[in-house]
């Protein structure tokens, strides 16, 4: 079978999705770094977790660390074998032009949040190929300061043969399908998911944003 193929399988067929997602990393030989365990902070409301946005890919790599509901926009419902499972998890898909609709979607989150279940959030809104990426939008914070919820920074890096590495950027005009294919043709690619201390639901958006992203900047330690 040939590994595009083996990708839809993998994600598509059933067991846990933890582990469906790892399976799809593994049919394309990518090697997840991920020893910190999970990402939720555990009791009280869900954990707002918010990471550096680099690739499609992203949204496995912490599936498979820990599954949650994530923030996406509109187009990653349509995307082949990703959006359906995404849908599936309880993922929240907005337009992200529709700025009317940003209140009900902090709303939202802040709701699910509530209820003890756990958001992913890629606060770029975009995605980056390198560091430091783009400023932090501060909306979905708002969310985590009206619930009471930590927030997760969490950092995200691809390597190739333990050096950085852009080859699973998804970047600019970019389709799903060319960079799918640059990722089932990359050699010894590695993605790590480090997460960062938590921080409280303190302060106001514009101060936990700002905190969050010298997080995944790596500008506090990292979580042990």
């Not at 912490?62 to 599936?88: I, M, N, Q, T």
Request: proline residues 8%.
């Amino acid at each position: 079978m040939r590994r595009g193929s083996a990708l839809a399988v993998s994600l598509g067929r059933g067991g846990p999705l933890r582990e469906r997602a790892r399976r799809v990393l593994d049919a394309l030989d990518v090697r997840l770094d991920a020893t910190a365990g999970p990402l939720s902070v555990p009791g009280g409301p869900g954990t707002l977790i918010v990471a550096n946005h680099v690739s499609w890919l992203d949204i496995v790599a912490l599936l498979a660390v820990e599954p949650a509901a994530f923030l996406a926009k509109r187009e990653v419902g349509d995307w082949p074998v990703l959006g359906p499972v995404a849908a599936a998890q309880g993922t929240l898909f907005v337009d992200r032009w529709a700025l009317r609709s940003l209140p009900a979607t902090v709303a939202t989150v802040a709701a699910r949040l509530r209820e003890g279940r756990s958001v992913v959030v890629f606060p770029e809104a975009t995605t980056w190929c390198s560091a430091p990426g783009g400023p932090f939008r501060r909306a979905a914070f708002q969310a985590a300061l009206d619930a009471g919820a930590p927030v997760r920074p969490v950092s995200l890096e691809y390597t190739q043969g333990g050096r950085p590495s852009t080859v699973a950027a998804f970047v600019g005009d970019d389709t799903l399908v060319r960079s799918v294919g640059r990722v089932l043709r990359a050699a010894d690619l590695t993605v790590r998911v480090r997460p960062r201390e938590p921080l409280p639901p303190a302060g106001d958006r514009r101060q936990l944003a700002a905190l969050a992203r010298d997080a995944v900047l790596g500008r506090e330690p990292a979580r042990v």
